[in-house]
Structure formats: C-alpha cells, structure tokens
C-alpha cells in the first residue's frame, strides 16, 4: 500500500542538516520512502494528515546498556557522599555489581526490564537501538544477554542491533589475568556468538580500568576475521589513543572521547570513523574535561549522540535530554545534535544507507513532532511531546504499548 503523509514540514537531516522542506509529502510504500518533496508536486496515494506537525527521521540511540540485572541508585548515593567512580569498582562495585546481577537474573527477567526501559525510548520517538552486552563476561551470560536483545527487537516496534562487549570488564574468575580473558573472548566467546547469529558489532572498554590498547587489537584482529564491525569505548578517564586504533580498523564508531587529542581526530576522519558523544555519562559523573568539539568539527568527524543508557554512569531513558545536554554541556547546534541522533546515529551503526534521514530509498521511520520547530526538539527537557511514531511505512500507536 502507499501512503501519502501530508500536511507537514520536513526535517530531512540529509548531509546532517536539517534540509527543511516546507508544506512537504512522504509518499511510503512497502516500508521505504518512494517520494518526498513539496506538497505542491506530490504523486498520489492514500493521504494521512499530520496536522501542520515536524516531520524529523525517527530517532537514532547509538550507544546503549539497556539490558542488565539490577541497579546502581544506591552507589548514586555512595558517589553523592565523596566517593568516585574508581573507588566503588575498586571495592567491588560499578561494572561487577552489575555483572553480579546480571548473572543471577533469568533471561525472561532481563527481557522484563530492558524491555520497560526500551519501551520508555520507544515514547521519546527512538524508532532505531543499539544494545550491547557486557554484563555476563562468561559466554553463557553474554549469550543469554545477546538472546534477550534479538527478542526486544522481536518484540517491539523498533530496530534493535546487536553489540557484543563481552570486553567491557574482567570477570571475577579471571582476576589479574586481563590476557587470559582476551584469549578466552577471542578463541572461545566470538566465534561462538557469532556463528549464532547474536553479533552485529564488536565493541571494548578501552581504559587503564578496563582494558589495554594491545588487549582491545586483539579482539578486533578476532573481530575482523569474522567479518565483523568493531566500535570502541575510548579516552572516557584518560588518553590511551583508543580512538585512534579504533580508526585503524575502520570502526564504525568510537565513543565517549573526552580525553582524544587532535592526532586521534584526524585519525578519525580519515577511517570515516564516526564520534559517538555521550552528554549524559558526562554529566552523570560530574566530569570536566570535554570533548573537543573544535578539533571534530575542523577535521569533519561525523558526530554522533547518544544515551549510554546503563545502570553505572547514565541511567538516561530520553534522547532528547541527551540532544539538551549536547547543547548545553558541548556546545553543539540543535542542529548538530538532531543530526547526532538521527544520521550520524545510523552511519554510527552501519546503517547509513538505509537509515538516519528522509531520503528517497531509505526505511520509512519518522516521527511527527507537535512542535514549533526542529530546536525544540533539543530544548525541552525530557517528558514527552505529543507525536505519530511511523516505523517502515506504518504508524506505531505508541500509546497502545505499555511498559508492563
Ligand atoms: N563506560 C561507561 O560509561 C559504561 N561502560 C563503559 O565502558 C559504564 C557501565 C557501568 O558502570 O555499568
Ligand atoms: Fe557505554
């Protein structure tokens, strides 16, 4: 069937700028965008009014933790008293208390919780996910992670990719042998996962916390003979230059960076590697170092923005906070930050071709916003704004979808 989606503006976000087209139809047809342009030049089909309402590509969240057992508001708290991030890993806590939890929960739990959690990003016009692993760091619980998120893409009305992290944090059984771990994700944990299908994308925690630049290459040498994209987790607390090996195989992102140097952002811009900035892990742990935005922009790194959903650093359910913190804390454009969720996003997640703007041949998900212009979208802080959420050609009836 084809639909004419009419009595709109367009916020195409091709080329990452909003590309406004004015009193503009989307004609859908079998889930992809047939036509899009003026009202005035429109073919036919069967026409929905959108009532004067924005028209933006749906939302991107490029970077997530959305699946894991228990929460950490009680270290919230710890934090709030003095004491830092470090210290609580260090005694057990942060990442190991999640893994703890994570471990202990069943995978129709983990579906349970995750899938509010998605439900409540579904609501903030999030039609794309991505969900990584990294909270079961044995290969029966990062399989069972990786099985719960296939089955919240299953599930629900959105787009969901698969990041394997099994390098995120060394396990408790492999205390003081990092090297160990590596051999065991690389000769038994990937091959594994993804011959079964559950991998997308590769990802490490590159940090003096968590894992070696050396450590990191050798999941990705591992990852690139499976034929399967890497990411990065890098220079979050400290400049290891992670963003730059991330570029030398041609990641598809790395993410945090408030610590890269100018060389890493060349390095950057040549791979086509794109820096996925995480506001809200910023702001969550009271950091002072920014990213810097002047050298991305001078060496045309795409850039991308997203939630970092997860229990530890950034517990964030709205993107749209995050496009308000971009703004506020990185002094980026609402524009800038609508093309951080929207195609820089999709270009973060291999998915450049398909997704992340309004363009003829592209996946028909939008969303139409009832707001004044696209900034606004980057303006209010959090709640939620009336909206039609459209996924391949069909509008999802938000609403109807609960978070029980
Ligand atoms: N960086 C982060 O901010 C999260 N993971 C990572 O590599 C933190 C995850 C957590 O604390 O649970
Ligand atoms: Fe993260």
Not at 175 to 202: Q, S, T
Not at 268 to 277: F, I, N, P, Y
Not at 278 to 285: D, E, K, S, V
Not at 365 to 388: H, M, Q, S, T
């Amino acid at each position: 069937m084809k639909t004419l989606w009419q009595h709109c503006h367009v916020a195409t976000m091709a080329h990452g700028k909003y590309s406004i087209i004015e009193d503009a139809a989307i004609l859908t047809a079998d889930g992809l965008i047939e036509w899009i342009g003026p009202r005035s030049e429109a073919p036919a089909g069967q026409g929905v009014d959108l009532g004067g309402a924005w028209v933006t590509p749906g939302l991107i969240d490029c970077h997530t933790h959305t699946v894991f057992g228990g929460n950490r508001s009680g270290e919230f708290e710890q934090r709030l008293q003095g004491v830092s991030y470090a210290e609580i890993a260090a005694a057990g806590g942060g990442i190991a208390s999640t893994v703890r939890a994570t471990r202990a929960a069943t995978e129709d739990e983990l579906f349970a919780s995750a899938r509010k959690r998605l439900v409540s990003l579904l609501r903030d016009g999030v039609t794309t996910v991505e969900i990584k692993s990294g909270y079961g760091l044995d290969l029966a619980s990062e399989r069972k992670m990786l099985r719960v998120i296939r089955r919240l893409g299953d599930a629900l009305p959105l787009s969901v990719r698969a990041t394997c992290l099994a390098a995120h944090a060394l396990p408790p059984e492999y205390k003081d042998r990092a090297d160990d771990y590596i051999a065991h994700i690389c000769d038994e944990m990937l091959p594994a996962l993804a011959a079964e299908g559950l991998v997308d994308a590769v990802d490490a925690f590159c940090e003096y916390l968590a894992f070696s630049p050396a450590q990191v290459e050798k999941v990705f040498l591992k990852a690139r003979e499976l034929g399967v994209p890497v990411k990065l987790h890098a220079e979050q607390l400290s400049s290891l230059h992670g963003s730059s090996l991330a570029a030398r195989y041609q990641a598809l992102s790395a993410d945090h960076l408030e610590f890269m140097t100018e060389d890493d952002c060349k390095a950057m811009a040549a791979a086509g590697t794109v820096a996925v900035l995480l506001p809200g892990a910023f702001y969550f742990l009271r950091e002072t170092q920014l990213p810097p935005m002047d050298a991305l922009r001078k060496h045309g790194v795409a850039i991308a923005i997203a939630s970092d959903l997860n229990p530890g650093t950034s517990p964030a359910l709205s993107v749209r906070l995050m496009l308000n913190m971009a703004c506020t804390l990185f002094r980026m454009t609402p524009e800038e930050a609508l093309a951080g969720a929207t195609v820089y996003a999709a270009k973060a997640l291999g998915l450049g071709a398909s997704h992340g703007s309004l363009e003829v041949g592209k996946v028909a998900d939008f969303v139409a916003w009832d707001i004044e212009r696209p900034a606004d979208l980057a303006y209010w802080l959090g709640g939620e704004l009336n909206k039609r959420v459209v996924r391949h050609g069909a509008e999802v009836i938000v609403g109807d979808i609960t978070c029980g």
